[in-house]
């Protein structure tokens, strides 16, 4: 039981940093253009 009182508080901690992280990443513009690469991979370059 007593940790619990440990393990709780540090996933939620975790969490709190996770979701940073992608809110973080999605204000950079990291998602702005996801099929672009996947396009001009297939693109032929003479």
Not at 10 to 32: E, N
Request: aromatic share 14%; no cysteine.
């Amino acid at each position: 039981m007593e940790s619990l009182y440990l393990l709780i508080p540090l996933s939620v901690i975790i969490v709190f940093i996770a979701l940073w992280i992608f809110f973080r990443a999605m204000d950079s513009g990291q998602f702005d253009d996801l099929d672009g690469p996947g396009m001009r991979i297939l693109q032929d370059d003479d």
